[in-house]
């Protein structure tokens, strides 16, 4: 008995992302995406194996996802170390210039 040759594998078409740190072009990124909770008092929906499913890049609104190429791990450490904390209060410049520290 002969066995049927093998198809050969279609190469695939290399895709390059830009790192959002450093700029340069890397073809295997570290991806870092960033999916919005679903709201407390929201229903969840129920999970069907053989529903629709849509991509998270297709989703839109409140559930859009937020999707950031970096070149490596470390490279994403040094762009959340430079980025400022969101849990700080921001102050007005007359307010740091006056000496308040209220927020208003």
Known sequence: MFRKKAEPIKPRKII????KQCGTMKT????????????LWDKIPIYNKNSEKTD?????????????YYCDQE????????????TT????KSDLLD?????F
């Not at 390059?16 to 790192?19: P, V, Y």
């Open 75 to 86: 490279c994403h450490e040094t762009y959340m170390d430079t980025q400022p904390d969101p």
């Open 89 to 92: 209060t921001r102050f007005y």
């Open 16 to 19: 390059r992302r830009k790192c």
């Open 28 to 39: 295997n990124p570290y991806t870092y995406t960033v999916v919005p909770s679903i709201p």
């Open 56 to 68: 998270r890049i297709d989703l839109k609104g409140n559930n859009k996802v937020e999707i950031k």
């Open 99 to 103: 000496g308040k520290k209220f927020k």
